[in-house]
């Protein structure tokens, strides 16, 4: 079945810097990534997904990159702020965005001000 | 946005006894509803699928007579922690997702068995 891999497992960045994670995934037929921001005692809030026909995908200070030959995809977060601060997750899926989600093992991001 | 709510959003029981915990679409219909267990730190595990009027479909290892899932409408599923223990306490997150919409999560149920 598929396996997500993603890294780091901790990010710490200075405010208005850059972030970015990583992850990879193992079968070749996931369709759609989405990539989620968890808050302490939250459930999962979508920031942003990308489809497997799309090279890149922005919105505002967030973007994803996938390289399909490869298969990984990376979250870019510019402009760093502190509530950007939060654990994020990377998943894939074979079924569109209404398919079963696999998911990667989370990132916590601190931005520090 | 989509939203999906969940409730209650924390609970506390004597162990043996069932929990009920209740996921809803508020502005689509969910055709299919995931129910997650999260340990601290720890990614999501998805328990079970839960498509409209079918019964569920369960990950290899979760038992399905210990949680009992209905998903009886377009906006409800409900997932029935039956005599509860201890081990069971973890924090259970649904989502839910339906024509073109991706899946939204809800804030999730924190369950302590003492």
């Known amino acids: 079945g598929e396996n997500v891999e993603q890294h780091p497992s901790t990010l710490s960045v200075q405010e208005g810097d850059s972030a970015v994670i990583k992850c990879t995934y193992s079968?070749?037929?996931?369709?759609?990534f989405p990539w989620y921001k968890q808050e302490l005692g939250k459930g999962p809030q979508l920031i942003i997904d990308i489809r497997s026909n799309v090279g890149e995908k922005k919105d505002q200070r967030i973007a994803v990159t996938l390289n399909k030959t490869a298969k990984h995809f990376s979250l870019h977060i510019t402009e760093t702020q502190p509530e950007d601060s939060a654990v994020y997750f990377c998943a894939a899926s074979m079924g569109n965005q209404g398919g079963k989600l696999i998911f990667g093992q989370g990132t916590e991001l601190s931005v520090k001000p | 946005g989509a939203v999906v709510s969940q409730h209650p959003s924390w609970v506390i029981c004597k162990s043996g006894t069932s929990v009920k915990i209740e996921c809803r679409s508020l502005?689509?219909?969910?055709?299919?509803m995931f129910w997650y267990r999260q340990f601290p730190k720890q990614s999501l595990m998805l328990m079970a699928t839960?498509?409209?009027?079918?019964?569920?479909?369960?990950e290899q290892g979760v038992e399905k007579d210990k949680f009992l899932i209905n998903h009886a409408s377009l906006t409800l599923s409900t997932l029935t922690v039956t005599s509860a223990h201890p081990e069971d306490s973890s924090f259970y997150i649904c989502?839910?997702?339906?024509?073109?919409?991706?899946?939204?999560f809800g804030d999730g149920t924190r369950l302590s068995i003492l």
């Open positions: 839960s498509n409209e009027g079918s019964k569920a479909t369960y």
């Open positions: 502005d689509f219909q969910a055709t299919t």
């Open positions: 079968d070749s037929a996931s369709n759609y």
């Open positions: 989502s839910a997702t339906g024509g073109l919409q991706p899946q939204h």
